[in-house]
């Protein structure tokens, strides 16, 4: 296949997760002004931004159907228009449940992004290459959260949160416009299944005793990782590191780099460590491992300065993304879909549900200043990081399920 082809196939579908990713943390830059104009809780903020989440997660089985069924070219491009709409709800709205709806919509429409780009790319790249491209995917997905740090925070001293997402809304357009008309229309062949075989080929992986060994960890891991950076590690910066709202957003735009050069570098790396032995599954593994492990610094208070720990913290947080490659090797391509897609519903329903949980947690203490008390953040990370250990275990257990059995299936 042309390198051509596959270069547009890589910036198409990638763009596509860079509007979803914007999405996903532009409540980082809203939620202050949202907070201001309606009087919000912490609770009602966490249950307010993770709807992108739940509408996310509802969605990823139909949508790993329709992406086996039709391709990604055109599941992408129709999905996205809900996305427009969203934003546009989102913005029109004046009270908290107009608010809910538009973040839901948001998050149906986007759901699509991520498990189209990975099923897009196994379509047109060899298996051996797909960490490295995920990663790259990823990276520029990443993209979106470093927008939503300082450059949002910028933009926002020189219009309304309203006006923001009127211009989101049209770039979203832009981007499902560019992938209906250039996106290989080759992008959709699939599978020749009537749907309920499809149905059939997703419950048989919600059954396969290899997809939740190799989900364990990562669906835990990553649900932290984008519960937090969405959302909550702004007021942990504010409320116990004591930084200026400003320095913080700076730190949010790194963190963002850092998950980048992170799901790049590990990426890249992981191939040429299986060459050397190492499994992708122990490798990706290793990076979950030392991602816990900066949590732990973080809750220690550990002596180091705040932007190191951020870029470590994002550097580690995005390694469960290899999860996604290890899938494709255990199961046969015309199910990637379903199967990226059943991987992504885990891991999005467990960020809502960790968005929701902290903002709950949070609650329990009377906010001073608007700051929540350092005890109250130690509470909430003392609790994620106890979850994941307790997942950790799970993946490193003996078992005999991964042998790649799953690849004969149908």
Not at 32 to 42: M, Q
Not at 48 to 55: D, E, V
Not at 337 to 358: D, K, N, S, W, Y
Request: one cysteine or more.
């Amino acid at each position: 296949m042309p390198s051509s082809v596959r270069l547009r196939v890589f910036f198409l579908f990638a763009a596509g997760y860079f509007v979803s990713y914007v999405f996903r943390g532009v409540n980082l830059g809203f939620a202050p002004l949202i907070t201001h104009d309606l009087g919000l809780s912490a609770a009602d903020l966490g249950l307010l931004t993770s709807l992108y989440f739940i509408g996310f997660a509802i969605a990823q089985i139909p949508v790993g159907v329709l992406l086996d069924h039709y391709g990604p070219r055109r599941v992408t491009a129709g999905m996205l228009v809900f996305a427009a709409a969203g934003i546009w709800t989102f913005g029109a709205s004046h009270g908290l449940g107009g608010l809910m709806v538009g973040r839901l919509l948001i998050g149906i429409g986007v759901s699509v992004c991520l498990s189209a780009a990975f099923k897009a790319s196994a379509q047109h790249f060899p298996v051996a290459r797909l960490p490295l491209v995920n990663g790259l995917t990823m990276a520029v997905g990443g993209l979106g959260g470093v927008v939503v740090g300082s450059p949002l925070a910028s933009l926002l001293q020189t219009t309304t949160w309203r006006q923001v997402s009127i211009g989101l809304g049209v770039f979203t357009l832009v981007v499902a416009a560019a992938i209906a008309l250039f996106a290989p229309r080759n992008a959709d062949s699939h599978h020749q299944a009537d749907v309920i075989s499809q149905f059939k080929g997703t419950w048989h992986i919600l059954k396969s005793g290899a997809f939740w060994k190799i989900a364990s960890f990562s669906v835990v891991t990553q649900g932290v990782f984008y519960a937090m950076q969405s959302l909550w590690i702004r007021p942990y910066l504010l409320d116990v590191m004591n930084l200026t709202p400003a320095h913080a957003a700076a730190l949010v735009s790194v963190l963002g780099f850092a998950m980048m050069l992170g799901c790049v570098g590990f990426g890249a790396a992981a191939r040429g460590m299986e060459r050397r032995g190492v499994s992708v599954y122990a490798f990706c593994g290793v990076g979950m491992a030392l991602y816990v492990l900066v949590q732990v610094l973080m809750v220690l208070r550990v002596p180091l300065p705040p932007a190191t720990l951020l870029a470590a913290y994002g550097v580690f947080g995005g390694t469960g993304i290899l999860s996604y490659a290890v899938m494709a090797e255990y199961f046969p391509s015309h199910m990637i879909g379903r199967a990226t897609t059943t991987l992504t519903l885990v891991i999005f329903l467990l960020i809502f549900g960790f968005q929701v949980g902290v903002g709950a947690v949070l609650s329990r203490w009377t906010p001073e200043g608007g700051h929540y008390p350092a005890a109250a953040h130690v509470t909430v990370w003392g609790i994620l990081i106890a979850l994941q250990l307790a997942s950790a275990v799970w993946y490193v257990l003996p078992s005999r399920v991964l042998h790649k059995t799953e690849r004969a299936a149908s």
